[in-house]
């Protein structure tokens, strides 16, 4: 096939690109900054905001696979801009274009939209892809890991120093990012009838003191779990706010995000896309993540 993707120059994405070429698809892939020239790939310079620059990416592709969004925003039109608004104009792109297959990655955050910022955004970016006139996949991932994620690297970092911060209560669940690009791969090529699609390792989800003991065994050690009360998690946010402001950043545990982890329940409910399946077992993905921290030297 030849694909059309938005971020593949980040986490999930460049590891989706790799398999993709391994699989003998043609990648066309949408990029903000110059990169260095790869077999298979045509990078296609702009951004979600460049009509011209989409319309270029699909033209011709028998599959958009669109992972770009944003994860943290300093307020709602933030979130909306670069996760519906962002979809809309993927969404226009392709019909415009006449490209028929879209898989769009959405976010578990989607199934309860009046918790976060985030989440109103990923559920208002599903619905411009189910009001569109394509062949469309919905896939909502829940945590994802993997080789070269910096967002839980802070999990593994903490584990090797014998502790791990929890929420207060509750379950998630978790997909190494190989299993999600198998996923969305073999999606791109499942015409047929549209729909919506829970995936994780198969397990169903752990509760959190249980995961964070896999990070824990690991990096090869035992961690004390420590859980954090919602109360002391929004505390956190405020004082990671107010201490990033005055440099223009954005917290990393926001008020937003301090919402989104203290809900008890991020499980994946399926279904699951039928052909596909996990392969990857979570204790394996995490000591083989570990393994990628140590010798890159993050960990």
């Not at 030849?2 to 043609?26: C, D, N, P, W, Y």
């Not at 969004?69 to 792109?93: Q, S, Y």
């Not at 008020?255 to 699951?272: I, L, Q």
């Not at 990857?280 to 030297?297: D, F, N």
Request: overall charge positive; hydrophobic content about 45%; proline content about 6%.
């Amino acid at each position: 096939m030849i694909l059309a993707v938005t971020g593949g120059t980040g986490f999930v994405g460049s590891r989706l690109l790799k398999m993709a070429l391994a699989q003998g698809h043609e990648v066309r892939a949408l990029t903000r900054s110059e990169r260095p020239m790869q077999p298979g790939v045509s990078w296609i310079p702009g951004d979600l905001d460049a009509e011209t620059a989409l319309a270029r990416l699909c033209d011709g592709a028998d599959a958009v696979i669109h992972i770009a969004g944003v994860i943290n925003a300093p307020d709602r039109a933030g979130f909306l801009a670069g996760n519906a608004g962002g979809t809309g104009r993927m969404v226009r792109a392709a019909e415009t274009v006449g490209v028929r297959r879209f898989v769009h990655v959405s976010s578990l955050a989607a199934r309860e939209p009046g918790l976060s910022m985030y989440g109103m955004s990923k559920a208002e970016s599903e619905a411009r892809v189910r009001d569109s006139r394509l062949d469309w996949s919905i896939v909502r991932p829940p945590g994802v890991y993997g080789p070269g994620d910096r967002e839980t690297l802070e999990l593994f970092t903490l584990a090797k120093r014998g502790l791990a911060l929890v929420p207060w209560q509750g379950r998630a669940s978790w997909i190494h990012a190989d299993d999600l690009s198998a996923a969305l791969l073999h999606l791109a090529g499942s015409a047929g009838s549209s729909d919506t699609f829970e995936i994780d390792d198969g397990t169903g989800g752990y509760d959190h003191p249980t995961f964070a003991r896999m990070v824990g065994a690991a990096v090869g050690r035992r961690v004390a779990v420590l859980r954090a009360p919602n109360a002391l998690m929004s505390l956190a946010a405020l004082a990671a706010t107010a201490a990033t402001r005055p440099f223009g950043r954005l917290p990393k545990l926001s008020r937003d995000r301090a919402r989104y982890f203290a809900h008890p329940d991020w499980t994946a409910h399926g279904p699951a896309p039928a052909g596909w399946s996990p392969a990857i077992p979570t204790p394996q993905g995490l000591a083989e993540t570990a393994g990628w921290y140590r010798e890159a030297g993050w960990l």
